[in-house]
């Protein structure tokens, strides 16, 4: 059970970190720097799941996380087992951004619609106001404006 609560865990700090560098405002400028999305070494950076396999590459061995294990011995073995646990960890990583993104987009919507309100508030008050600006003074609700002295 740890060792699925490892693989999980780290599969997270790998969506989060390669989400943060894609993304964020933070990479901004380095993301900028390398061309952005229309050069090869730009999209590197600006892509979540391009990222994510170089940040599992160097967390697997830091983190001990090796959930797949083959029968090759050796150097070979190793490099194996390091390489194909990191690409485990950048598939549950992206099962994981895709979550990520419904909970994101859900809150999105949410801001949304607080805007669209605020907007339709906003709208009333200048409609209110310009109606009654077109009123009789008796009838307005507000005192005019202070006469200037």
């Known amino acids: 059970m740890t060792d699925l609560f ?46 994510s396999h170089y940040v599992a590459f160097v967390l697997v061995p830091l983190t001990g996380t090796y959930p797949i294990r083959v029968v090759v011995g050796g150097w070979v073995g190793s490099v194996l087992s390091w390489f194909l646990s990191s690409v485990l960890l950048s598939v549950i990583a992206a099962f994981f951004r895709v979550l990520f993104w419904f909970v994101d987009e859900s809150q999105g919507l949410v801001r949304r619609r607080q805007r669209t309100e605020e907007e339709e508030i906003a709208t009333k008050r200048v409609i209110r106001k310009q109606v009654e600006q077109q009123l009789p003074p008796e009838h307005r609700t507000e005192s005019p404006p202070p006469a200037p002295h």
């Open 6 to 51: 490892q693989l999980f865990a780290v599969a997270a700090v790998v969506m989060g970190i390669s989400q943060t560098i894609a993304r964020e405002r933070i990479f901004a400028s380095l993301r900028a720097r390398l061309g952005g999305k229309e050069t090869w070494c730009g999209y590197l950076v600006s892509c979540p799941y391009c990222v």
